[in-house]
């Protein structure tokens, strides 16, 4: 048995032995499975083999998220059995699949042909599969050897560029239909990727597809009716059978499917297998209707995203037409030396086998391609970014020996080692006259507030302005209040600039910042504003970076001072309290430097985390009136109930008008949501921060930017609602004076995903540790967002490949240390493809 396999045998044999409590290896069965399944498919002998690697990686993927014990079991007795079966059928001296000339194929059997009526009857068995396809294995290639289907067609981008009308059988109804799935063109049709495939190659008959795996079934509809659940949710319900045995398909909130399926129609059925009350069930499995060529002919067929009038076989017609006319048309942008390096297909190969794959090995390595495509492109962008940045003439700054030591001595307390090891990498980026350009990340209350402060001083004292940009007027208000009482003892001129100071104010700032008087602005979006105007701007701080476009980050840099030199830019800080795992950080942000706050302050007690059933609410509103009774506040926060500001604020006014009238009428509360003006948001704070009110109803604008050191509690209502990351975020919120500090969640669901997260809250108090799990259970899309502002959209890669970003970052810069304008003549196409991929996410020229 080869490694992965024998590795893979091991590791569930102890997650057997200890129970099932997904902790055999570091990070849990899913971390193990992401770097297991390159090996293993390395390693796969045959199509059978290849199958039971991508079932393995898929049902382990879940694993995490199976309920409770007994269903784990079941998946890892499953998974050794099937282990134990492979062993037997390779025999224990199984020499290397490249070393061993496959056996002739066996002559396929007689087979009944499957009927092309439907009837109520059962579906006859699968045909047996065909003789194997010899595919060409790229990573058999010899480095001088020819790559395997260059293109035949010579590149076209012109035709490439033309709308998807030419294309035959596309007509302007069609078209505008696939715009709105995102293709104008032909080549962006080219990149319309199918979002899964039914693998005809790997069908399983119902009776022997066991609980948890993903599988494809065809097979004729027996039953079909709708009845409606006990939260009034309307449920279709299916009956499918193929002839060894049945297996019933539940659609939720889907009645029109009562009226496209019925009795004796077949079909084919791909999702996951689950049980209820014993019995085989798929819930909201994919269907259609079926069609008999790609059965006969053993095909993995193409299922695409849809649009209302456009149905999966004129969709897949289309993209045929497209895909065998275009494919090979398409310009190669990688030179030869990369694709020999990282033994890839070309393009037109890849985008050949993406779209209709000879089999699942041909799907996996055009995977592969386009997978390093996109993390090549993102890298080679960030590159050219950060030389660009670099080749921008900078601002010297050199302050005097002594210029800290006033600020140091006026601090109540002493500098962390991790606060003193950023400071000097800052500090001694501004002495240089390339701009620094760093991302400071470190947990909430790790002391950031601090650094910046630092940085502002050095940069007055070499007699340049600094400006701090956040991304709210609370957040912006609460750094003006500490950063103006830290600073102006020093002699520093401070001005606080957001949408809300009044048009006097304003024109007094404005003068002020352009003659020099004012050395320090703080502010928001209103600092960016054309009609401001900086003196000699040498250090840009900003807060928050997540919330900001490239766009708004280059209006604040460009307003650096016209000099002999030209206009420098400013240096950049950017500061971040949403942890981000350090590799994942250097990918994302691979165009800044990264200083990590690793070590929190001296004293700063760990918040005691519960977690709540709904039931429990009560014991919640007790414990907080006895902290209040101490002399202690409390926040509690409402989630957002859709992305409504209205909604969102009148959930809080009838909750606070319930709290405060029915559960703690003796106490004083206060409120504040996202439709408030923002004097009025102010007036609330300042109120709680005062004391004057004992406890603070609020919505999820108290996520940053609120520092009470009295209030020593927080519920979180709606808990599951939110992601690790936030949770983090408002638990923060506590725990910044001397006295215990506690989080109270309080779930009014209980899906797998929520329970992980609330769980995983409770273990730890560890932002980056969070971080990591927030990445692993949501994914890096939900984790930043539909879309990264100012990162390309990824469509088939993940940002938590580790190992295919690392080799792409490697070849980006090699290709960026010797021809970083992309001059050369072979990286022609190359320039042109990265302009294409980073035009909606920020300038890249």
Same mark, same amino acid.
């Given at each position: 048995?080869?490694?992965?396999?024998?590795?893979?045998?091991?590791?569930?044999?102890?997650?057997?032995?200890?129970?099932?409590?997904?902790?055999?290896?570091?990070?849990?069965?899913?971390?193990?499975?992401?770097?297991?399944?390159?090996?293993?498919?390395?390693?796969?002998?045959?199509?059978?083999?290849?199958?039971?690697?991508?079932? #393995?990686?898929?049902?382990?993927?879940?694993?995490?998220?199976?309920?409770?014990?007994?269903?784990?079991?079941?998946?890892?007795?499953?998974?050794?059995?099937?282990?134990?079966?492979?062993?037997?059928?390779?025999?224990?001296?199984?020499?290397?699949?490249?070393?061993?000339?496959?056996?002739?194929?066996?002559?396929?059997?007689?087979?009944?042909?499957? %009927?092309?009526?439907?009837?109520?009857?059962?579906?006859?068995?699968?045909?047996?599969?065909?003789?194997?396809?010899?595919?060409?294995?790229?990573?058999?290639?010899?480095?001088?050897?020819?790559?395997?289907?260059?293109?035949?067609?010579?590149?076209?981008?012109?035709?490439?560029?033309?709308?998807?009308?030419?294309?035959?059988?596309?007509?302007?109804?069609?078209?505008?239909?696939?715009?709105?799935?995102?293709?104008?063109?032909?080549?962006?049709?080219?990149?319309?990727?199918?979002?899964?495939?039914?693998?005809?190659?790997?069908?399983?008959?119902?009776?022997?597809?066991?609980?948890?795996?993903?599988?494809?079934?065809?097979?004729?509809?027996?039953?079909?009716?709708?009845?409606?659940?006990?939260?009034?949710?309307?449920?279709?319900?299916?009956?499918?059978?193929?002839?060894?045995?049945?297996?019933?398909?539940?659609?939720?909130?889907?009645?029109?499917?009562?009226?496209?399926?019925?009795?004796?129609?077949?079909?084919?059925?791909?999702?996951?297998?689950?049980?209820?009350?014993?019995?085989?069930?798929?819930?909201?499995?994919?269907?259609?209707?079926?069609?008999?060529?790609?059965?006969?002919?053993?095909?993995?067929?193409?299922?695409?995203?849809?649009?209302?009038?456009?149905?999966?076989?004129?969709?897949?017609?289309?993209?045929?037409? %497209?895909?065998?006319?275009?494919?090979?048309?398409?310009?190669?942008?990688?030179?030869?030396?990369?694709?020999?390096?990282?033994?890839?297909?070309?393009?037109?190969?890849?985008?050949?086998?993406?779209?209709?794959?000879?089999?699942?090995?041909?799907?996996?390595?055009?995977?592969?391609?386009?997978?390093?495509?996109?993390?090549?492109?993102?890298?080679?962008?960030?590159?050219?970014?950060?030389?660009?940045?670099?080749?921008?003439?900078?601002?010297?700054?050199?302050?005097?020996?002594?210029?800290?030591?006033?600020?140091?001595?006026?601090?109540?307390?002493?500098?962390?080692?991790?606060?003193?090891?950023?400071?000097?990498?800052?500090?001694?980026?501004?002495?240089?006259?390339?701009?620094?350009?760093?991302?400071?990340?470190?947990?909430?209350?790790?002391?950031?507030?601090?650094?910046?402060?630092?940085?502002?001083?050095?940069?007055?004292?070499?007699?340049?302005?600094?400006?701090?940009?956040?991304?709210?007027?609370?957040?912006?208000?609460?750094?003006?209040?500490?950063?103006?009482?830290?600073?102006?003892?020093?002699?520093?001129?401070?001005?606080?600039?957001?949408?809300?100071?009044?048009?006097?104010?304003?024109?007094?700032?404005?003068?002020?910042?352009?003659?020099?008087?004012?050395?320090?602005?703080?502010?928001?979006?209103?600092?960016?504003?054309?009609?401001?105007?900086?003196?000699?701007?040498?250090?840009?701080?900003?807060?928050?970076?997540?919330?900001?476009?490239?766009?708004?980050?280059?209006?604040?840099?460009?307003?650096?001072?016209?000099?002999?030199?030209?206009?420098?830019?400013?240096?950049?800080?950017?500061?971040?309290?949403?942890?981000?795992?350090?590799?994942?950080?250097?990918?994302?942000?691979?165009?800044?430097?990264?200083?990590?706050?690793?070590?929190?302050?001296?004293?700063?007690?760990?918040?005691?985390?519960?977690?709540?059933?709904?039931?429990?609410?009560?014991?919640?509103?007790?414990?907080?009136?006895?902290?209040?009774?101490?002399?202690?506040?409390?926040?509690?926060?409402?989630?957002?109930?859709?992305?409504?500001?209205?909604?969102?604020?009148?959930?809080?006014?009838?909750?606070?008008?319930?709290?405060?009238?029915?559960?703690?009428?003796?106490?004083?509360?206060?409120?504040?949501?996202?439709?408030?003006?923002?004097?009025?948001?102010?007036?609330?704070?300042?109120?709680?921060?005062?004391?004057? #009110?004992?406890?603070?109803?609020?919505?999820?604008?108290?996520?940053?930017?609120?520092?009470?050191?009295?209030?020593?509690?927080?519920?979180?209502?709606?808990?599951?609602?939110?992601?690790?990351?936030?949770?983090?975020?408002?638990?923060?919120?506590?725990?910044?004076?001397?006295?215990?500090?506690?989080?109270?969640?309080?779930?009014?669901?209980?899906?797998?995903?929520?329970?992980?997260?609330?769980?995983?809250?409770?273990?730890?108090?560890?932002?980056?540790?969070?971080?990591?799990?927030?990445?692993?259970?949501?994914?890096?899309?939900?984790?930043?967002?539909?879309?990264?502002?100012?990162?390309?959209?990824?469509?088939?890669?993940?940002?938590?490949?580790?190992?295919?970003?690392?080799?792409?970052?490697?070849? %980006?810069?090699?290709?960026?240390?010797?021809?970083?304008?992309?001059?050369?003549?072979?990286?022609?196409?190359?320039?042109?493809?990265?302009?294409?991929?980073?035009?909606?996410?920020?300038?890249?020229?």
């Amino acid at each position: 048995m080869q490694r992965s396999f024998k590795r893979l045998e091991r590791v569930l044999a102890l997650e057997a032995e200890q129970g099932y409590k997904n902790k055999a290896v570091v990070g849990g069965i899913r971390q193990f499975v992401m770097y297991w399944v390159a090996q293993a498919r390395e390693e796969a002998v045959d199509e059978a083999d290849r199958a039971f690697v991508e079932q #393995t990686s898929e049902l382990l993927l879940e694993y995490g998220r199976l309920p409770g014990v007994e269903a784990r079991s079941k998946a890892i007795q499953s998974l050794l059995q099937n282990l134990k079966k492979r062993e037997t059928r390779l025999g224990p001296q199984q020499p290397a699949p490249r070393k061993e000339t496959p056996p002739p194929p066996k002559p396929p059997r007689k087979q009944r042909p499957v %009927a092309e009526k439907p009837t109520a009857e059962p579906t006859p068995p699968p045909p047996p599969p065909e003789p194997e396809v010899k595919v060409a294995r790229v990573d058999e290639l010899q480095a001088d050897a020819p790559l395997p289907q260059d293109p035949v067609g010579e590149p076209d981008p012109e035709g490439l560029a033309q709308p998807v009308v030419q294309i035959k059988g596309v007509g302007a109804k069609i078209g505008k239909r696939l715009e709105k799935l995102g293709a104008e063109t032909v080549g962006e049709l080219l990149y319309l990727f199918p979002r899964r495939y039914d693998d005809y190659t790997l069908m399983k008959p119902i009776n022997q597809a066991r609980y948890g795996d993903q599988v494809t079934i065809i097979g004729t509809v027996w039953e079909v009716r709708a009845r409606h659940t006990r939260n009034n949710q309307v449920m279709v319900q299916a009956v499918v059978n193929d002839g060894t045995g049945s297996i019933q398909a539940n659609w939720f909130n889907q009645p029109w499917l009562v009226e496209k399926l019925h009795s004796g129609m077949q079909i084919v059925l791909s999702g996951k297998v689950d049980q209820y009350l014993g019995r085989p069930v798929m819930p909201s499995p994919e269907w259609e209707a079926m069609d008999l060529e790609p059965l006969r002919t053993r095909r993995i067929v193409p299922v695409y995203p849809l649009t209302q009038g456009l149905n999966s076989n004129k969709m897949r017609d289309i993209m045929h037409t %497209a895909v065998s006319i275009w494919a090979n048309r398409v310009p190669e942008p990688l030179p030869k030396s990369i694709r020999h390096n990282q033994n890839l297909y070309s393009l037109p190969q890849a985008l050949q086998q993406i779209h209709f794959p000879d089999n699942q090995q041909a799907l996996h390595e055009a995977r592969r391609r386009l997978i390093f495509d996109e993390l090549f492109l993102l890298q080679l962008g960030m590159q050219r970014k950060r030389n660009e940045w670099r080749s921008q003439p900078g601002l010297p700054l050199q302050a005097p020996p002594d210029a800290l030591q006033p600020f140091y001595d006026n601090l109540p307390f002493s500098l962390t080692g991790a606060q003193q090891r950023v400071i000097a990498e800052i500090t001694d980026d501004m002495t240089r006259d390339v701009p620094m350009n760093r991302l400071l990340q470190g947990d909430v209350g790790a002391g950031k507030t601090i650094i910046a402060a630092v940085a502002m001083v050095t940069a007055v004292r070499a007699d340049a302005q600094a400006a701090l940009m956040a991304p709210t007027e609370i957040l912006a208000e609460q750094h003006f209040r500490g950063l103006s009482s830290q600073l102006e003892p020093l002699g520093i001129t401070t001005a606080l600039l957001t949408g809300s100071v009044s048009t006097a104010e304003k024109e007094r700032i404005y003068a002020g910042l352009a003659s020099g008087e004012i050395q320090v602005a703080i502010g928001t979006h209103a600092l960016i504003q054309e009609t401001v105007s900086f003196h000699k701007l040498g250090l840009v701080v900003i807060d928050e970076q997540h919330r900001f476009g490239v766009e708004q980050r280059g209006a604040l840099r460009s307003k650096g001072v016209e000099t002999e030199d030209g206009m420098p830019n400013p240096h950049l800080l950017v500061m971040s309290a949403t942890p981000i795992p350090r590799t994942l950080a250097l990918s994302l942000y691979g165009d800044l430097d990264l200083s990590i706050l690793d070590e929190m302050p001296p004293g700063r007690q760990e918040i005691k985390t519960r977690w709540l059933q709904p039931t429990e609410r009560e014991r919640a509103y007790a414990f907080v009136r006895r902290q209040v009774a101490e002399g202690r506040q409390a926040y509690i926060i409402y989630p957002l109930v859709e992305e409504s500001d209205k909604i969102d604020a009148g959930a809080a006014v009838e909750e606070h008008e319930r709290l405060q009238n029915e559960v703690f009428p003796d106490l004083k509360l206060g409120l504040i949501h996202g439709r408030l003006r923002a004097d009025e948001k102010e007036a609330a704070m300042r109120a709680f921060h005062a004391g004057d #009110t004992n406890i603070l109803v609020a919505t999820s604008v108290i996520e940053v930017g609120v520092d009470v050191p009295n209030a020593t509690i927080i519920i979180i209502e709606g808990a599951n609602r939110f992601g690790l990351a936030q949770l983090h975020q408002f638990r923060g919120r506590v725990g910044r004076g001397a006295h215990q500090s506690y989080c109270i969640l309080v779930a009014d669901n209980s899906s797998t995903e929520a329970e992980e997260r609330l769980k995983a809250l409770e273990e730890t108090n560890d932002g980056f540790a969070l971080a990591e799990k927030d990445l692993e259970i949501r994914g890096p899309g939900e984790f930043f967002g539909r879309r990264q502002s100012g990162i390309p959209e990824l469509k088939l890669a993940s940002i938590l490949d580790m190992e295919t970003l690392q080799k792409a970052r490697a070849e %980006a810069e090699n290709i960026f240390a010797f021809d970083p304008d992309l001059t050369q003549p072979e990286h022609q196409f190359l320039k042109e493809r990265i302009a294409q991929f980073w035009e909606h996410a920020g300038d890249i020229s």
